[in-house]
Structures are given as structure tokens and as C-alpha cells.
């Protein structure tokens, strides 16, 4: 079993960047393709983001151009890196891998 931490969230302006990170437990993370999700109030969860084991990236085409994901598994980690934040960003954070769910982490955009 893979026990996830995210963290990073807060408060950001619009056109304003954060950076989640997603901490692992275990040796074998490297193993796992990692997935970024979200949920906004009165939503459903859904997909931001995935980096496979061997590296490739691929982002929903609300984010594409504005978040990047990256793994560094010498530190069992995932980044979201997100830029050009929008209202609509607003929402929880969650990272998942191996069908493990982190407790999530709030990102609010707001003027």
C-alpha cells in the first residue's frame, strides 16, 4: 500500500502559480503512474493531470499549457507545478497512485 501527503495549497490571486507537491511512502513508488485530481465544491472529482513510470506527462485540456507535472522518485515525490491560475482552479487537490488516495490539499483563487 502507497500512503500519499500532499501539500502547497493556499491562497493565489488570479495569473498567480502554486506548487503541489504529492510525498510517497514506500520503495516501490517508482513502479506507479501518479495521477492528479481535483474537486470543486458541489462537483465531481475529476482529472488534472497523470506521469507514468517512465515519465510521460499528460494533462485534461483545462489545465494543458498552464500545469505541469513532474516525478522525482529519488525523493518518492510528484509536483504540479500550475501557472496562469484561473478562478475556476479553485478546488481540493488530490493525488492517487495505485488506487491510494492522499488527504488532499486546497488551492482557492481569488481577487
Known amino acids: 500500500q502507497v500512503q500519499l501527503v500532499e501539500s502547497g495549497g493556499g491562497l493565489v490571486q488570479p495569473g498567480g502559480s502554486l506548487r503541489l507537491s504529492c510525498a510517497a511512502s514506500?520503495?516501490?513508488?517508482?513502479?506507479?503512474?501518479v495521477g492528479w485530481f481535483r474537486q470543486a465544491p458541489g462537483k465531481e472529482r475529476e482529472w488534472v493531470c497523470t506521469?507514468?513510470?517512465?515519465?510521460?506527462?499528460h494533462c485534461a485540456d483545462s489545465v494543458k499549457g498552464r500545469f505541469t507535472i513532474s516525478r522525482d522518485n529519488t525523493k518518492n515525490t510528484v509536483y504540479l507545478q500550475m501557472d496562469s491560475l484561473k478562478l475556476e482552479d479553485t478546488a481540493v487537490y488530490y493525488c492517487?497512485?495505485?488506487?491510494?488516495w492522499g488527504q488532499g490539499t486546497q488551492v482557492t483563487v481569488s481577487s
Open positions: 492517487n497512485a495505485a488506487f491510494n
Open positions: 514506500g520503495r516501490t513508488f517508482s513502479r506507479y503512474a
Open positions: 506521469v507514468t513510470t517512465s515519465g510521460s506527462t
